[in-house]
């Protein structure tokens, strides 16, 4: 059977780097969004919403896929809604391809929050998950849509028969423009930033995060992962962390970033100092910048999210991820996490995102 992919998100962080991944491989490979714009990079657009079962039933009828990449979700204003939204996101779409009966296997990706819970419950508690985070932790008692996705995805395997994979990236860092959880892009607007102003680059968040073990998830190992467990047969009904392979601290890397845009740096003192506040004022900023260096026009806090950066970086405790499920199993991708920052800057400047 000829392998066709449909990426689910396919403009976002993940789901772009995927498609593009796909097709490189040689796989037909569609990219469903509500709003996929045209491209030449091969990846055929479907524009559906994920909510409109009979819109999607429009859109999809023509598309037989084998393989199924989950890479999207809705923020809603809190966790109940969360599970009510995003699950029906997955169960629409698997029962609307049911019908085709050709899906041979559903990837979904979510994330650490599958271990660590909300911030605030673990904030609020004191009781902390232990590290390094391993697969086979259990679920937490608290609510959280990342379970009901997953669940979402298991009573269609039943009913269907395909198997299925969960990947769980820590930070993803990659190239996407407007997406909601981007720390790559926002440390690169923040950075251009202070570099206009003569500033240092302060540090934002915790005691913990800035002197503790950590470790990210680039686009492109996140997308080899997904692609080897859907077509190696020990990876099937697995799930597996998905990190670049390195660890560092976050006390190192601040220096690195803040040398390659040309400024200090400065570290934790005494409390965080989030980025949300730091930038607030600085939407003007920002477009007379966009003014007299050239840039694409894109306001301030459509790439910048420094709400979720803050989340990042403020945990009170270290976070690093253990990748024994897919290792063992001969997954042996790595991404030096340093070089994933500075290509991803370096694209940046390419693309007239960010001042030279």
Same mark, same amino acid.
């Given at each position: 059977m000829d392998k066709i992919a449909l990426v689910v998100g396919a403009t976002g962080i993940t789901g772009s780097r995927l498609a593009e991944e796909l097709?490189? /491989?040689g796989w037909q490979t569609y990219g469903l969004a509500r709003h996929p714009g045209q491209t030449d990079n091969g990846v055929i657009p479907v524009k559906a919403d994920l909510m409109d079962v009979e819109n999607l039933k429009i859109a999809l009828e023509n598309v037989y896929p084998t393989h199924v990449f989950f890479t999207t979700w809705m923020r809603k204003d809190n966790e109940a809604e969360n599970i009510i939204v995003n699950s029906a996101l997955v169960r629409n779409l698997l029962d609307v391809l049911s019908e085709k009966k050709t899906v041979a296997h559903v990837a979904l990706v979510t994330g650490l929050k599958h271990y660590l819970g909300p911030f605030e419950s673990y904030v609020a508690t004191g009781v902390f998950p232990d590290t390094p985070i391993r697969a086979e932790q259990p679920r937490l008692s608290h609510p959280n849509f990342y379970y009901? @996705? !997953?669940?979402?995805?298991y009573e269609a395997s039943a009913r269907d028969g395909f198997t299925w994979s969960i990947h769980r990236p820590h930070t993803v860092i990659g190239h996407a423009i407007g997406n909601l959880m981007n720390l790559g892009v926002t440390l690169a607007v923040y950075a251009s930033i202070c570099k206009q102003k003569g500033a240092k680059l302060i540090w934002p968040g915790s005691e913990a995060q800035w002197n503790g073990i950590s470790d990210v998830t680039d686009t492109g190992a996140l997308a080899k992962q997904l692609i080897?467990? *859907?077509t190696t047969e020990e990876a099937k009904n697995m799930a597996f962390n998905i990190v670049n392979g390195d660890v560092f601290r976050w006390s190192w890397l601040w220096e690195r970033i803040a040398s390659y845009f040309g400024i200090e740096a400065e570290g934790f003192h005494g409390e965080p100092r989030p980025l949300a506040e730091q930038l607030k004022n600085d939407g003007q900023l920002w477009s007379d910048m966009v003014k007299e260096y050239g840039l694409e026009q894109h306001e +301030?806090? @459509?790439l910048a999210s420094p709400w979720h950066t803050d989340l990042d970086l403020g945990r009170p405790i270290e976070v690093m991820v253990d990748m024994a499920? *897919? &290792?063992?199993l001969g997954f042996t991708a790595y991404q030096n996490t340093e070089e994933a920052f500075? /290509? +991803?800057? !370096? &694209? +940046?400047r390419a693309e007239n995102v960010i001042p030279q």
């Open positions: 097709v490189g /491989h009901a @996705q !997953e669940d979402a995805v080897w467990a *859907s +301030l806090f @459509q499920n *897919s &290792r063992k500075i /290509h +991803l800057f !370096e &694209r +940046l």
